[in-house]
């Protein structure tokens, strides 16, 4: 009887690739199966990345044509309140010109009193002065008056005022 063919093992065996011609290797035939599992998996990747890349595109797209219509709206709302804080700020330097002004009218009127107030001191000072003066003079007409009486009466003795007994 015939032997059979041998049977060789299963990593030994030849391979028929996709061209319909054996392979030299099972080696270089375990490597392309490799290769294609991994150029599979790098389309299926590149396919998800695309489809987000394409979302992230999108969102960019609307947001820009977002920018772009609210972009005249906001330059208008910007200028408006930069046109109100120059107004502002023009009322607070009026303001501060006026508190200046009203500042030194009261300074003035206060040195006019402090002025009238030094006035009237001085004439009250003048006053009591002549007073004074007058009191004084008074006094030594008394007392001249007083001994022109004694040396007219000299037996009488005057009573002294300022003494009391």
């Known amino acids: 009887m015939a032997a059979p063919p041998p049977s060789y093992p299963a990593a030994l065996k030849p391979e028929i690739g996709p061209d319909g011609l054996a392979r030299d290797s099972p080696v270089i035939a375990y490597t392309e199966k490799v290769i294609l599992e991994e150029q599979l998996q790098l389309k299926k990747y590149i396919q998800e990345n695309y489809s987000k890349i394409r979302d992230v595109e999108k969102e960019l797209e609307s947001l820009t044509l977002e920018m772009k219509l609210t972009a005249g709206p906001k330059k208008a709302a910007l200028e408006h309140l930069r046109k109100k804080i120059e107004i502002s700020t023009e009322k607070i330097r009026l303001a501060k010109v ?68």
Do not use: F, G, M
Request: one cysteine or more; proline letters at 1%; aromatic letters at 2%.
């Open 98 to 165: 006026k508190e200046e002004h009203a500042k030194k009218t009261w300074e003035v009127a206060a040195q006019v009193v402090k002025d009238e107030e030094d006035a009237k001191q001085k004439l009250c000072d003048d006053l009591n002065h002549l007073v004074q003066e007058s009191a004084a003079s008074q006094y030594a007409r008394l007392e001249e008056l007083k001994k022109r009486l004694e040396s007219l009466n000299p037996i009488r003795d005057s009573v002294n005022v300022s003494v009391s007994e």
